[in-house]
């Protein structure tokens, strides 16, 4: 076990769902249901006390349910109130961007980083994504730390030793994760992690953000570890059920 004080939000003893925060997700098409499912699984063990899941693909919608009956169905992404956002994983469609919600960006949606927002901006490249942004890769930590001054974003930079740089802040460095963790689907994982962790903790400032990106960050590589123990190789699944196993206290 992985001890990691102060994990996930704290709840009061008359805390309900929706006080506990709520995150919604767009994720999944017809050509990649498997990331709805695994970036739900994710938010499901963030903290957030209610998931919503925009049901903009039937096949991606009924693969969500079938796993996850407690999550709940919504129509447009528009009209749905959420404490946090992700968006991205499996390539849905993106046809409206949250104006003051905590939001994470994965995938081709990381490109609408560059938007002007109130609300808290994560996005979660790994080296190829960067396109999206006009970026190669250099040097990691320079990299990482340039677009979240450009952008005003937080930038979780995957690979091995993951890099969060937040806007004028010291860079930090995952010294957890591993090899494991190089498989599909392990980042749409932690996309739905890190989207129902910002909604349980509703960080009020980048600082605070970043502080709970990079506590997400080592819960999902420590559940990577923890997969390691029972499975070679590791596969997504495998670090998706490992995050029950996480010692979080």
């Known amino acids: ?38 970036c739900v699984g994710g938010a499901r063990r963030g903290g957030a006390g209610y998931v919503k899941y925009v ?3 039937k096949f991606a919608t009924a693969a969500v349910l079938a796993q996850y009956p407690d999550v709940v169905p ?17 390539a849905p469609r993106v ?8 939001l994470v960006l994965d995938g081709a949606a990381i490109r609408y980083a560059t938007r002007k927002r109130a609300g808290i901006t994560i996005i979660t490249p790994h080296t190829g994504e960067l396109k999206h942004l006009g970026y190669e890769l250099a040097q990691r930590e320079e990299t990482a730390r340039r677009i979240a001054n ?7 930079l995957k690979g091995r030793h993951t890099v969060i740089a937040a806007p004028n802040q ?72 490992a995050l029950s196993k996480v010692n979080l206290q």
């Not at 919504?74 to 499996?90: C, E, H, N, R």
């Not at 994760?177 to 962790?197: H, K, Q, T, V």
């Open 170 to 241: 010291a860079v930090l460095v995952d010294e957890i994760g591993g090899p494991e963790l190089a498989c599909a689907g392990s980042g749409d994982i932690l996309a739905g992690l890190l989207g129902s962790m910002l909604a349980s903790w509703r960080p009020a400032t980048l600082t605070d953000a970043a502080a709970v990106v990079y506590k997400t960050v080592i819960y999902h590589s420590s559940a990577a570890k923890i997969a390691r123990e029972a499975h070679n190789p590791v596969v997504a699944t495998d670090i998706l059920s």
């Open 55 to 57: 049901a903009q693909n």
């Open 74 to 90: 919504v129509s447009k992404l528009k009209d749905a109130k959420a404490d946090a956002w992700v968006m991205g994983p499996g």
């Open 95 to 102: 046809t409206f961007i949250p104006e003051d919600t905590a």
């Open 1 to 38: 076990m992985f001890n990691i004080p102060n994990l996930l939000a704290p709840v009061a003893p008359d805390a309900h769902k929706y006080s506990r925060g709520v995150v919604g997700i767009l994720a999944g098409s017809a050509a990649y249901p498997g990331a709805a499912v695994l």
């Open 150 to 156: 450009e952008f005003n974003v937080i930038v979780v």
